[in-house]
């Protein structure tokens, strides 16, 4: 029998492959728990070592002590504690290890669970759980936790037999889906199949999930789809209060919630969005197409301007009453202040600009006070 994975040849009813862990049988924790290593090295004893048939009172008394769940079996005691008292050493779970190095210490805990182990390796009388919080960290055990005699040669080999049966446990474990790859698979198939209104009912269903607040963005991106531009935005801006403001969602939100009012045709709104997209992205920060969408708010940025620019005597008077020059954008989120980047335009754009500002004046004070902001805008474009 080999393993299908790498290849390597197995022993008959082997569950699973010793070299790279691929399980062979549908196999629990407790399956891949043995007893040998300690039964072989004269370990186990009826007063601080246990495993197998572990006496009820013990495992009554760690689990109080250790912190163990009632839904875990007990595969294995070894107490330190003076006195037989239960409240100090280590305990294998079908969960998980917990370790209380010193009960006079109880911010010294140790606990972990299963899943999060990649493998184990023994070395210089220590365990090494490699995987403890991420893959690249560990948490070292030093093998008296696993052992009562103070054998250099003994540890030596029960330390290398736990090592790789604690590999072979902790590899037992089916990972769980994550939801969000589960969720953003199936509506990604929909979309595929051009299912858009399923796809819409399924992103409003997914949203305010916890894990899932990235369905704002695919339900805003199918109501954009059909052309529904007020209930796209709406739905970004719910989508806006469930994250941080500079977050990367926020950031994409803000990308797709100024994609769709620039294409209902509001280039005054769209620009306030769009610089936030510019301040907040960051290179990785890619389309499907690999643009990167700060590049892209970039070059809408410059084609709003011009498009509110030109179209700028078509807003409510109460919106264009002021006009503020600047010499790059800082923050565009005023109602009622129109800020314009004076390095960005040419003299033609100046001009046009310049009869804006004339036809927008309506007393002789704002009118000097506009001819004023003329001069100085073609100053610093000369």
């Not at 043995?34 to 689990?63: M, Q």
């Not at 490699?130 to 093998?143: L, R, V």
């Not at 994550?178 to 051009?194: C, K, R, S, T, V």
Request: aromatic share 12%; charged share 25%; glycine share 6%.
């Amino acid at each position: 029998m080999f393993c299908k994975k790498c290849g390597r040849q197995l022993n008959e009813g082997a569950r699973v492959c010793p070299n790279c862990g691929t399980k062979i049988q549908n196999v629990s924790v407790k399956d891949v728990f043995s007893l040998y290593a300690w039964k072989h090295e004269g370990e186990l004893n009826d007063s601080d070592c246990f495993a197998g048939r572990i006496p009820e009172d013990v495992k009554g008394s760690v689990r109080q002590n250790f912190g163990i769940d009632f839904s875990e079996d007990v595969l294995f005691v070894r107490d330190t504690s003076f006195w037989n008292s239960r409240d100090q050493g280590l305990v294998i779970t079908s969960s998980g290890v917990y370790c209380i190095p010193d009960n006079d210490s109880p911010d010294g805990k140790i606990a972990f669970s299963w899943d999060i182990v990649r493998n184990v390796i023994y070395k210089d009388s220590v365990l090494y759980f490699f995987g403890y919080g991420d893959e690249t960290d560990y948490c070292q055990i030093h093998i008296s936790f696993f052992m009562k005699d103070d054998d250099d040669r003994k540890a030596y080999r029960l330390g290398n037999k736990l090592a790789q049966m604690f590999t072979s446990m902790a590899q037992s474990i089916e990972p769980e889906a994550d939801p969000f790859d589960e969720a953003w698979n199936y509506y990604q198939q929909l979309g595929n199949e051009g299912k858009i209104d399923e796809a819409l009912r399924f992103a409003l269903s997914c949203k305010d999930k916890d894990g899932l607040e990235a369905f704002h963005l695919y339900a805003g991106a199918c109501y954009g789809q059909k052309g529904d531009y007020k209930n796209a935005i709406a739905i970004f801006d719910e989508g806006l209060t469930k994250c941080e403001p500079q977050s990367p969602l926020a950031t994409w939100l803000y990308y797709y919630k100024y994609s769709w009012i620039h294409a209902s045709g509001n280039d005054a709104e769209a620009r306030k969005f769009i610089l936030l997209v510019i301040q907040n992205a960051t290179e990785d920060m890619k389309r499907d197409d690999g643009l990167s969408i700060r590049e892209d708010a970039m070059n809408d940025l410059e084609a709003c301007d011009k498009e509110y620019v030109a179209h700028f005597l078509e807003q409510p008077y109460n919106k264009r009453k002021v006009l503020l020059p600047v010499n790059s954008y800082t923050d565009l989120s005023q109602n009622h202040l129109n800020v314009i980047d004076i390095k960005k335009w040419t003299v033609q754009a100046f001009r046009s600009l310049s009869v804006i500002l004339l036809l927008t004046s309506s007393t002789w004070g704002i009118h000097t006070w506009h001819k004023s902001i003329c001069r100085s805008i073609a100053m610093s474009l000369n």
